[in-house]
């Protein structure tokens, strides 16, 4: 059984940054793609970011472009959310995800979600 388990939110000051990870186990990293996503209270889950199985390819979600890294490190089998300018609509639980499917140039089919998820990390933002 494939186990995606986040670590690393927590509470920050709005303009902070926080760098959740995703361990994998039962899963090669290096022929999965991996995402993140996050819900907020009241809202529906989202897409964040998204990152091919060679690394090369790398996708965000407008709302972060420009604030937010996604990275991964296939000899920990390990993903990287490094959040930066954190505002307090970033504020939710932050999901990791992953899929045997890559992600190509003009595909948007891991907008709506990956074959298998993590439990998700709480993120806080104060004002």
């Known amino acids: 059984q494939v186990q995606l388990v986040e670590s690393g939110g927590g509470l920050v000051q709005a303009g902070g940054s926080l760098r959740p990870s995703c361990a994998a186990s039962?899963?090669?990293?290096?022929?999965?793609?991996m995402g993140w996503f996050r819900q907020a209270p009241g809202k529906e889950r989202a897409f964040v970011a998204a990152?091919?199985?060679?690394?090369?390819?790398?996708y965000y979600a407008d709302y972060v472009k420009g604030r937010f890294t996604i990275s991964g490190d296939n000899g920990e089998n390990t993903a990287y959310l490094q959040m930066s300018s954190l505002k307090h609509e970033d504020m939710a639980v932050y999901y990791c995800a992953a899929d045997f499917r890559d992600l190509i140039d003009g595909g948007t089919w891991f907008h709506y979600g990956m074959n298998y998820w993590g439990k998700g990390t709480l993120v806080t933002v104060s004002s």
């Open positions: 990152i091919s199985k060679s690394g090369v390819r790398k």
């Open positions: 039962r899963l090669t990293f290096s022929r999965h793609s």
